[in-house]
């Protein structure tokens, strides 16, 4: 059993923001096969479903990006799914806007939902596809914040729906076996 989760804020407040980036790709991917998060539990929108012989549950957390672990070990825990089958897509400033890197392992990077999925999952050793959202100009605290939680302008849209685009096909790779270290051969 494989499990695919979209880091982000619930909300209709923070819909299209940057740090929505998860949410985003997961969505863009669920639409492709005409799929929805349609069940709530263990604090997050799901759906599971049997794809190319594999069961899958896609997974958005609503704890806030902050406590995304609680929901995502909750999930790991109860449906028994080992770590190495877990893939985290997260939003990632020291990328370039809508550049995709893959990692099976590693530190949290400074990302408070990484953080948080560490830390609850008792392992960094998780599958990361990460997708750039650039650091903001002025690199102070409260740039940071006001940027992550900033919609994408149309121009920077464009990029982020290619980075959709591939994040859906890494995804479809990941459901089929392919292990991380195809993965990252092939999109990094």
Same mark, same amino acid.
Request: proline share 2%; net charge positive.
């Given at each position: ?24 790709? =997961? ?59 877990? =893939? ?101």
């Amino acid at each position: 059993m494989k499990l695919i989760v979209g880091l982000g804020n619930p909300g209709k407040k923070y819909d299209g923001t940057k740090h929505n980036t998860g949410f985003m790709a =997961l969505d863009y991917y669920l639409k492709q096969g005409s799929l929805q998060l349609e069940r709530e539990k263990f604090e997050g929108k799901y759906i599971k479903q049997v794809i190319k012989g594999e069961d899958v549950i896609f997974l958005e957390p609503q704890t806030f990006m902050n406590e995304s672990g609680r929901s995502v070990a909750q999930f790991a825990h109860f449906f028994k799914i080992k770590a190495q089958d877990v =893939l985290i897509i997260q939003d990632d400033m020291d990328l370039p806007l809508g550049k995709i890197r893959i990692r099976a392992t590693g530190k949290s990077g400074g990302h408070n939902g990484i953080k948080s999925i560490i830390r609850d999952l008792g392992t960094s050793d998780f599958n990361r596809l990460k997708i750039g959202i650039k650091h903001p100009a002025n690199v102070t605290e409260a740039s940071v914040i006001s940027w992550v939680l900033s919609k994408f302008s149309k121009e920077q849209q464009k990029l982020m729906d290619n980075a959709f685009e591939i994040s859906s096909d890494v995804i479809t790779d990941f459901i089929t076996g392919k292990d991380c270290q195809f993965l990252m051969n092939k999109y990094n």
